[in-house]
């Protein structure tokens, strides 16, 4: 079956770095769209960064807009994040659309367990 499974989530202090990994598994086609979403208690989930096949194209929430990077190699989808805030704290999911889609939650058929990033001096 389908899974995606986040990592690289933890405790890092402003200004500090960090790498987010979702390793793919169990697709028999290929997905178009992947992305990640962020979760804060209290928050709704937004959507911070995706990635289209079709059309090569790169999405970058303006919050995140110059700090994050998403890349793939393979099977795994990466978010690059530096220059992390105290305000980047969040549950951070990955997701996979098999039709092109924009970065909406609702867009996405398959999603990961989540991993916790918190940004704190």
């Known amino acids: 079956q389908v899974q995606l499974v986040e990592s690289g989530g933890g405790l890092v202090q402003p200004g500090e770095s960090l790498r987010l990994s979702c390793t793919t598994s169990?697709?028999?086609?290929?997905?178009?769209?992947v992305g990640w979403f962020r979760q804060a208690p209290g928050y709704d989930s937004e959507g911070i960064s995706c990635?289209?096949?079709?059309?090569?194209r790169t999405y970058y929430d303006e919050s995140v807009k110059g700090r994050f990077t998403i890349s793939t190699d393979k099977n795994v989808v990466y978010l690059q994040m530096n220059s992390l805030k105290p305000e980047d704290t969040a549950v951070y999911y990955c997701?996979?659309?098999?039709?092109?889609?924009?970065?909406?939650?609702?867009?996405?058929?398959?999603w990961g367990q989540g991993t916790q990033v918190t940004v704190s001096s």
């Open positions: 169990g697709f028999t086609k290929d997905y178009d769209t």
């Open positions: 997701a996979a659309a098999m039709s092109p889609t924009g970065c909406h939650r609702l867009g996405f058929d398959y």
């Open positions: 990635m289209r096949a079709s059309d090569q």
